[in-house]
């Protein structure tokens, strides 16, 4: 089992930045880690994701060059930069965490047995 637990959401103006993060812990290792974020009525959406050792990344187009995805292992925390927010960038912001042994792309919500809670981001103008 892997809790996780984000911090950081809240109220900025579009253009500002905000750093999201997903303090990881339990017994189970970690493989992949991700972000993801839903507004009302709509599918969870991809955001970004990482190896756990940081050898792979990946993002949304949405949020290439903006967003950065990162970790501190030794703090078991993963972390999502967000730069020159936009209005669209509005949601609720989950991280995820998938095992080692799950299969499943990293990209795909499908792939992702455990989940935080999720934390508000809100960009206003």
């Known amino acids: 089992q892997v809790q996780l637990v984000e911090s950081g959401g809240g109220l900025v103006q579009a253009g500002d930045s905000l750093r999201l993060s997903c303090a990881a812990s339990?017994?189970?290792?970690?493989?992949?880690t991700a972000w993801f974020r839903q507004t009302p009525g709509k599918a969870r959406e991809f955001v970004a994701t990482?190896?756990?050792?940081?050898?792979?990344?990946n993002y949304a187009d949405s949020v290439k060059g903006r967003f950065t995805i990162s970790n501190d292992s030794a703090k078991n925390t993963v972390y999502l930069q967000m730069n020159t927010l936009k209005l669209e960038d509005t949601a609720v912001y989950y991280c995820?965490?998938?095992?080692?042994?799950?299969?499943?792309?990293?990209?795909?919500?499908?792939?992702?047995?455990?989940w935080g809670q999720g934390t508000q981001v809100t960009v206003s103008s």
């Open positions: 995820a965490a998938q095992p080692p042994g799950q299969l499943g792309l990293p990209s795909t919500a499908e792939s992702y047995p455990y």
């Open positions: 990482m190896h756990w050792t940081g050898a792979y990344t």
């Open positions: 339990g017994r189970t290792g970690i493989r992949y």
